[in-house]
């Protein structure tokens, strides 16, 4: 192992090999998640009896591959009337609501089984019960004071549960309870000698929901994702993901963590947020080439039209933010909500996010549940530092009634309420931002692995650290910084600045890209700059690039 390496997996606490890259026969047992033999219990009968399951899905990213894994996985393993359905944002809300099911009445399932959400979906599952089915409810978020009545519920972060990683997506706890069931079904001689279904097949699935729900990839979330991706660069991933590997323009053998969070689930997500997350789950179950190809297309145009939304939305929101910050006599507000009447729904999280960046603040963005509609939804994004979902909880339990429903995690939470309350609402949750922050929080900080010597700023190492993940939410991807010469420069887009820089000790310069980071000045002669250190795909040839993220006069 490279010593650099070495020094990064140091300093994210990692300390042999076993855990720097750790595989899949490492993973915590499925049964240490509690009510885990229940669940199994209910679905190796439905199985036996031939019951229809119904796998209700959510309508982002997680909650669509967590989806198609319950049904790819339950048809594996013998169940032989799987149907799947999701909600509509613009029609139905989050979760299993009470209208959900009632449209899903005609399919008369025996058992229905929630992915990715259900812990929060008290009258959805209380409705679904009346009816006379069977609910297990499969979830990773976090449990209000009661639990709905389920007849069993798998969540490894339910006060007590003694399974070891409570960073699990929800397309990673449905993995794990068929897992579990296949375990079962074996000890039961349902499979014939070799015979038994290869669930690690689903892995390639597991990987893009787990990096594009942003959980802590701690060990056994690694081992998951690094399975996932080596599936996805050997081209053995579903046909769907394949063609959206082929839309976004990336290349399946060079695939990372990276480009499942900036390029296959933002395309996923595009469907949940603007249209019909149905079509992405089509995508993730259908085995037809062409059909995934035309499906794909249809993802690739719905996020091109996302990112004009978010575009229009975005910049809306800079203007009510700059008069927030002016207000406030040149001082950024401790917490930010923000509102208009043009929102949609669908895009309001991402909006959020840039600006919770943008302000290092916590942030609400809230928009109309529909054209007209009298009820807000909003979507809230956090700094480290700060728990949204408690703070909710907070607001909630301080003003009864002020909030219709909650739910999320630490750094990401939705909520809805009447837009005649906002205002009350905005004093309410910055009263409890206020009371509860560490003013620590508030310091925006970029956390650098150093410098990198000249011999290291080189293809073998690019390569390596690229192969040295999966990177991302808690495991954070290298990033270092070095003082450094101009030699030219450039500005692409009117608003990408495009670099050549020198460093001593390296004869040739090092190509640098700042995105966004066009300001108006010529940068100056000498910079300071945190960066990443990447493989140049487009120059090729063993060429490298520096991602420039922060760049400061030296």
């Not at 393993?77 to 029609?91: I, K, Q, Y």
């Not at 519920?153 to 897992?179: E, H, Q, R, T």
């Not at 996932?228 to 081209?235: D, E, I, V």
């Not at 090092?510 to 108006?520: E, K, L, M, P, V």
Request: glycine share 10%; charged share 20%; aromatic share 4%.
């Amino acid at each position: 192992m490279l010593p650099l390496l070495q020094r990064l997996y140091a300093a994210r606490g990692v300390t042999d090999a076993a855990q720097a890259q750790p595989k899949l026969a490492q993973l915590h047992a499925p049964e240490l998640m509690g009510s885990m033999q229940a669940a199994v219990d209910l679905l190796a009968t439905a199985i036996a009896a031939d019951e229809r399951i119904l796998v209700v899905g959510d309508f982002d990213c997680d909650g669509a591959t967590a989806c198609a894994v319950g049904v790819r996985g339950l048809r594996m393993l013998g169940a032989r009337d799987v149907v799947h359905a999701v909600p509509n944002r613009m029609l139905h809300g989050y979760g299993l609501s009470p209208s959900l099911v009632a449209e899903l009445a005609p399919l008369q399932p025996g058992l229905l089984v929630t992915v990715d959400h259900g812990i929060a979906c008290h009258a959805g599952v209380s409705a679904a019960k009346a009816l006379g089915w069977k609910v297990l409810v499969t979830d990773h978020h976090l449990p209000g004071e009661q639990l709905p009545p389920a007849d069993a519920i798998v969540d490894p972060n339910i006060n007590g549960d003694a399974f070891p990683s409570k960073a699990l997506a929800g397309v990673g706890v449905i993995f794990y309870v068929l897992m579990a069931l296949r375990r079962h079904l074996r000890v039961q001689g349902a499979f014939a000698a070799g015979a038994e279904p290869d669930l690690l097949t689903l892995l390639d699935l597991v990987a893009v929901g787990t990096v594009a729900d942003l959980v802590a990839l701690d060990a056994n979330n690694r081992a998951l994702v690094s399975a996932g991706l080596r599936r996805l660069r050997a081209g053995h991933g579903c046909v769907g993901l394949q063609a959206l590997i082929e839309a976004s323009g990336r290349d399946a053998a060079r695939l990372s963590a990276t480009d499942i969070g900036f390029a296959l689930g933002p395309r996923l997500n595009a469907a949940g947020r603007l249209e019909d997350m149905a079509l992405g789950i089509e995508l993730l179950l259908t085995e037809d080439r062409s059909q995934a190809r035309e499906i794909a297309q249809t993802l690739e145009q719905i996020n091109a039209e996302r990112r004009a939304v978010q575009q229009l939305m975005t910049d809306d929101a800079e203007l009510a933010v700059s008069r927030a910050v002016l207000t406030a006599e040149g001082e950024r507000p401790i917490a930010a909500c923000l509102f208009d009447a043009e929102w949609h729904p669908g895009v309001v999280g991402l909006v959020a996010s840039k600006m919770k960046d943008r302000l290092h603040r916590p942030v609400i963005a809230f928009a109309p549940a529909e054209p007209g509609s009298d009820s807000l939804r909003g979507s809230a994004r956090s700094i480290a530092g700060f728990h949204i979902r408690d703070a909710l909880a907070l607001v909630n339990a301080g003003h009864p009634g002020l909030i219709d429903k909650f739910g999320g995690h630490a750094m990401a939470a939705g909520l809805s309420l009447p837009h005649a309350r906002l205002q009350e609402f905005q004093h309410a949750f910055v009263a409890v931002v206020e009371a509860s922050m560490d003013p620590a929080a508030l310091q925006q900080l970029l956390m650098s692995d150093g410098e990198l010597a000249p011999a290291e700023l080189d293809f073998q190492h690019a390569e390596a650290l690229r192969l040295a993940g999966p990177w991302g939410q808690g495991f954070p991807e290298p990033l270092f910084d070095g003082h450094f010469q101009v030699a030219r420069w450039q500005v692409l887009k009117e608003k990408h600045l495009k670099l050549s820089l020198r460093v001593p000790g390296r004869a040739e310069p090092i190509n640098a890209i700042h995105f966004s980071g066009w300001r108006g000045n010529a940068p100056a002669n000498n910079v300071h700059i945190a960066y990443r250190l990447v493989s140049d795909d487009y120059r090729g040839g063993g060429a490298i690039q520096l991602i420039i993220e922060h760049c400061a006069d030296a």
